[in-house]
């Protein structure tokens, strides 16, 4: 498990550019909008800005759990705020946005699990911005079918939920969730008709290569039709550590086993987060 002092070339990010990202950032900055391209900064907003790609949060940006690789705060959160839907659909109007992620923190408080703001704020999207199509990466919501089925009313053109890792560094990783869980999630999904299902993997948390083929199988027995698999930064020196960098070679040839196991879509490199591309992810 020694490292590099230094990151591989190929995490190496170029500072995001293009005139529609400029555009973007200032309008977001202007209006204090809530993407979590920017608060997590991630290294593709140069991107998928530019194609019209951004993903939101909602239910605040406090988590009751508290997952070894994530960058959110966990604790008790805040009261919902109902104004929220609203608040997102101008959002999308605002950057005319053409694919909007939404996802939100896992509210175990909750008696509904933030199900019910979940089918508002995709109502309230669609309302405001009819052209606009959607990818709705949820929680778990404990496995509960009634508050999956409030998503799979509203008819997200892409419904997501992460496995995160493989099967046995579950616990380490997320310590709440559970693999199989998250499995059944995924296919009570497709059993209720949603056409699009997709999830995604980090690496470099300390799996072998068999067991990331393993997940990979896991999932496509779940019926998932799109996988995302990305390299895992350690978002915080109190955050779980990067045990290994996955050489791009290596990425290649997890895209090589999805492609051949039938899943639709699979991105598989260094930089790729679970919304990265993810308009392509309707067809
Ligand atoms: Fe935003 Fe996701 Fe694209 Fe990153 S990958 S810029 S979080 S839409
Ligand atoms: Fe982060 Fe989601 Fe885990 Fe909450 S449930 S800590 S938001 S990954």
């Given at each position: 498990n020694i490292l590099p002092e230094r990151k591989p070339k190929w995490l190496r990010v170029k500072l995001p550019t293009g005139k529609k990202y400029t555009e973007l950032r200032s309008l977001v900055d202007k209006y204090k909008l809530n993407t979590i391209c920017t608060s997590g900064s991630c290294p593709n907003m140069g991107e998928c800005w530019g194609e019209g790609t951004a993903t939101f949060m909602i239910l605040?940006?406090?988590?009751?759990r508290s997952c070894g690789f994530c960058g959110v705060k966990t604790g008790r959160p805040e009261t919902v705020d109902w104004d929220e839907p609203e608040k997102v659909a101008r959002s999308i109007k605002l950057m005319q946005i053409k694919h909007a992620v939404l996802t939100s923190v896992d509210r175990d408080d909750l008696k509904d699990m933030g199900s019910i703001m979940w089918e508002e704020t995709v109502k309230a999207v669609r309302r405001m911005n009819p052209e606009t199509t959607l990818e709705t990466l949820i929680?778990?919501?404990?496995?509960?079918e009634k508050h999956i089925d409030r998503i799979i009313d509203v008819a997200p053109e892409v419904v997501s939920h992460n496995i995160e890792t493989v099967r046995r560094l579950t616990r380490e990783v997320?310590?709440?969730?559970?693999y199989d869980r998250s499995l059944g999630v995924l296919k009570y999904l497709k059993s209720q008709g949603q056409r699009r299902t997709k999830s995604g993997i980090m690496l470099?948390?300390?799996?072998?290569r068999e067991e990331v083929i393993q997940t990979l199988h896991d999932l496509r027995d779940h019926d998932v039709d799109v996988v995302t698999i990305g390299q895992y930064l350690q978002?915080?020196?109190?955050?779980?550590?990067?045990k290994q960098f996955i050489n791009p070679d290596q990425f290649k040839e997890y895209e090589e086993i999805g492609l051949e196991l039938g899943f639709r879509h699979v991105e598989s490199s260094a930089l790729v987060r679970s919304s990265y591309k993810a308009q392509k992810h309707i067809n």
């Open positions: 605040g940006n406090v988590c009751t929680p778990d919501f404990q496995g509960i997320r310590i709440q969730a559970k470099g948390l300390g799996e072998e978002p915080s020196k109190k955050h779980l550590p990067v």
